[in-house]
Structure formats: C-alpha cells, structure tokens
C-alpha cells in the first residue's frame, strides 16, 4: 500500500473522527476530504492510483491538514483488503466513472467495466468495511450516487443504471439495518449537474462512440455537443451546496436518508417522481 503522510506528522486522537473517502483525487471528492479536514477530523483520502495519490498529497502538503493519502483501487481485492488494518467512523463511497454511448449497441465491456467500478467495487468496499463500523457507535456510510440514477440520461445510460443500482442497494441496506442492534447510519448524495469535467469524459465518449455505432453514426456528434451545452448551461461551478450535504452527512447526529442539491435538482426529482415516478 503506497502511502503519503502529513507534512507535519499528525497523528491520529482518539477525539477524532475519522473518515475514508474514496475517489477523492480531484473535483468535489477532494473539495469534501479538504472541508472535513478542516474541520478537524482526521481524513483518509484515497485515490485510483499512486500518482493521484502523490498529486493530491503535493497540493495539501502546505495545508496543515490532518489528511493521510494513498492509493485505494476499489475494483482490486487486495486494496479493499487493507480497510481491515483501519480503524474507521466513517467510510464515504465516492468513487466511480462514466461510459457514453447508446445502450442498443455500447460494448458489453464497457458495461460491466462501469459497473465493476460504480457498483460492485463501492458494494464489496462497504461489505469489507461494516464489521468494524455495526460496531461503531459514531459509525456511518455515505453513498454517492446521482441524479442520473432518478431521472436517467439517453447516451449516458450505462452510468445512470449503475447509479440506480447504487441508490437501491444504499436503501436495502438501511432496511436491513434496521433489524440489527446497531447505531451504523446509512446516506445517500445524489448530486446534480457540477462542471468538475467528469460529464465532459462522458461526453467526449458520446461523441467519439459515432464511430461504433450503425445506428447513431450520423447523429451522435450532434447529440454529443447539444449534451455538452445542456450539461455547462445547467451545471454549477461552485461545489459548495453538495459539499454541504457531505458534512451535514457526516456529522449530523440524525442524517438524512437522502441529499441532494442544488435546489434546482430537488425540484426537478420533486417533479419527476410526481408526473413519472
């Protein structure tokens, strides 16, 4: 296991809350690690490789956080394996990537590939994890998921499966809890639209899938672009409401079952689930 320690040498208190994020390399993973952090808990960042690992550690290096960061591959046993040597109050699943294309011809690779990462590595990661925290009085999971998961994107349908898949796998696992003698919560983030550029990887797939496709050859292009303008006209630069809902998640001591944000999206799912739910 490739670690990146403190500058400074923080160790970890036994007043500290601590918590694993993955998937935290970059955009609002890393914005969420930093406020935690800040906050004065005690913050595990991991990331898909050591590289990202070393970048993240050389931006927080002057930051005085108590932030250790490595590698964690969620997809890879052995990585996931390692949560048993740490003690953990708090394991946020944040970890995940997008595939464009149509599902009437998308490659079957690409689908499971997106669902090995989005739903069955966040899924065996949460099973490694919950020994210690069914037994953690401060103990809780938080889930990323998506709005793409309530209201799913035509071309970016693979992905908005896995997050439907996710959002109900989050909810089982809170019924089942509820038979159990523990305090262990259970939230899920279901963000909107944010331009952090993962929506553009997507979309560039979209664009370049036209190429595969025998029946969207003439026109993914087009999809591609008007998806790529809806995606930044609607987007938000700023990350400061959903990151809000990781830390009311975090530390509330009645966390909700579910977050979202921004305002726009609550009510855009409002107005779904009413006319199509």
Do not use: W
């Amino acid at each position: 296991m490739f670690f990146i320690l403190p500058k400074d040498g923080h160790t970890i208190s036994g007043d500290d809350m601590k918590i694993l994020i993955t998937g935290a390399r970059s955009g609002i993973g890393f914005r969420v690690a930093q406020k935690l952090a800040r906050r004065g808990h005690f913050v595990y960042l991991t990331t898909h490789t050591n590289e990202e690992a070393l970048e993240a550690s050389k931006i927080l290096a002057d930051k005085n956080l108590k932030i250790i960061c490595f590698k964690l591959d969620i997809t890879k046993e052995e990585d996931r394996d390692y949560l048993g040597q740490l003690e953990i109050d708090c394991l946020i699943c944040h970890a995940g990537i997008g595939v464009g294309g149509s599902l009437i011809d998308l490659s079957m690779d690409k689908v499971r590939e997106n669902f090995e990462t989005n739903y069955f590595g966040t899924f065996a990661l949460i099973q490694k994890a919950l020994p210690k925290l069914l037994k953690n009085p401060q103990g809780r999971i938080i889930i990323t998921s998506s709005i793409a998961g309530i209201i799913p994107i035509p071309f970016l349908g693979s992905y908005s499966s896995t997050k439907a898949a996710i959002s109900s796998m989050a909810r089982a696992l809170r019924e089942e809890l509820k038979l159990l003698d523990t305090k262990l919560k259970i939230s899920l983030i279901e963000p909107g639209i944010y331009n952090t550029g993962f929506n553009d990887v997507m979309i560039d797939e979209v664009i370049a899938y036209k190429d595969q496709s025998p029946y969207f050859s003439k026109k993914m292009k087009e999809i591609g672009i008007l998806q790529r303008r809806l995606f930044h006209f609607f987007g938000k630069n700023s990350y400061s409401s959903i990151v809000d809902k990781f830390i009311k998640a975090t530390e509330s001591s009645h966390p909700k079952k579910v977050y979202r944000a921004p305002l726009s999206v609550r009510i855009l799912v409002k107005l779904y689930l009413l006319f199509f739910g």
